[in-house]
């Protein structure tokens, strides 16, 4: 579904860093591992399509994503690739449905109610519905950014650092909340971090 080949990024001030080629299929669950400051982020950054590498492709079902540009990479990232970031990024101004339903209009397509429901059904938030962001835990808040990144049923679910501040309980109740909502919703997940707790869990691993 999605591949690597011969990516490179180079910084400013001249470092580089060379990614090995990497396969990843429909509904696979990868680690992405390293220490901090060896490139997860910025490859992540470059498999949403958010950043063009120097060198290299990224193909998703046959698509050079980096050959797009504009609206229709954006288009294209808000149908395809779901994105869980370390900081939640949801609209203050938007209660809970809102901010899904401006995640479906962004990427333009029909809000799907059914499907919005049953996310937040299982993600044990749907009675949360018009609450706002500022009116939600830190929980709650990781919960709804998981629901977003989902609402248009993308091929690709990514996940930034999401246990790096968390205590063993909460972490596997995050990763498990991951691992369940990708499979249910056929989604390819890759997880970044530096937590080795989360190896228990995935056995794929992609090593920078």
Same mark, same amino acid.
Request: no cysteine; charged share 20%; glycine share 6%.
């Given at each position: 579904?999605? %591949?690597i080949?011969?990516?490179?990024h180079?910084?400013?001030?001249?470092?580089?860093?060379n990614? +090995?080629?990497?396969?990843?299929d429909?509904m696979d669950?990868?680690l =992405?591992?390293?220490?901090?400051g060896?490139?997860?982020?910025?490859?992540?950054?470059?498999l949403?399509?958010? =950043?063009s +590498?120097?060198?290299?492709?990224?193909?998703?079902?046959?698509?050079?994503l980096?050959s797009?540009s504009g609206?229709?990479?954006?288009?294209?990232r808000g149908?395809?690739?779901g994105?869980?970031?370390?900081?939640?990024?949801?609209?203050k101004?938007?209660?809970?449905?809102?901010n899904?339903q401006?995640?479906?209009?962004?990427?333009?397509?029909?809000?799907?109610d059914?499907?919005?429901?049953?996310?937040?059904?299982d993600?044990?938030i749907h009675e949360?519905r %018009?609450k706002?962001p500022h009116e939600?835990?830190q929980?709650q808040?990781?919960?709804?950014s998981?629901a977003?990144a =989902?609402?248009? %049923? +993308?091929?690709? =679910?990514?996940a930034?650092?999401p246990t790096s501040s968390l205590d063993d309980?909460n972490a596997?109740?995050?990763?498990?909340?991951l691992q369940?909502?990708a499979?249910?919703?056929?989604?390819a997940?890759v997880?970044?971090t530096?937590?080795?707790?989360?190896?228990?869990r995935?056995d794929?691993s992609?090593?920078?």
């Amino acid at each position: 579904m999605i %591949k690597i080949r011969n990516l490179s990024h180079n910084y400013t001030g001249g470092r580089r860093i060379n990614f +090995p080629d990497w396969d990843i299929d429909s509904m696979d669950q990868w680690l =992405l591992l390293g220490a901090s400051g060896k490139g997860k982020s910025t490859l992540l950054n470059i498999l949403a399509g958010l =950043l063009s +590498p120097t060198e290299g492709t990224v193909t998703h079902n046959e698509l050079n994503l980096h050959s797009l540009s504009g609206t229709a990479l954006d288009r294209f990232r808000g149908r395809h690739i779901g994105i869980v970031f370390q900081q939640t990024h949801l609209i203050k101004a938007l209660n809970a449905i809102q901010n899904l339903q401006i995640a479906s209009s962004l990427a333009g397509l029909t809000f799907d109610d059914a499907h919005a429901m049953n996310l937040l059904k299982d993600l044990g938030i749907h009675e949360l519905r %018009k609450k706002y962001p500022h009116e939600l835990s830190q929980g709650q808040l990781q919960r709804l950014s998981v629901a977003r990144a =989902l609402i248009n %049923k +993308p091929d690709l =679910l990514i996940a930034d650092e999401p246990t790096s501040s968390l205590d063993d309980e909460n972490a596997f109740q995050v990763l498990e909340m991951l691992q369940t909502q990708a499979k249910n919703n056929q989604a390819a997940l890759v997880i970044a971090t530096h937590d080795q707790r989360v190896s228990q869990r995935i056995d794929k691993s992609y090593l920078l």
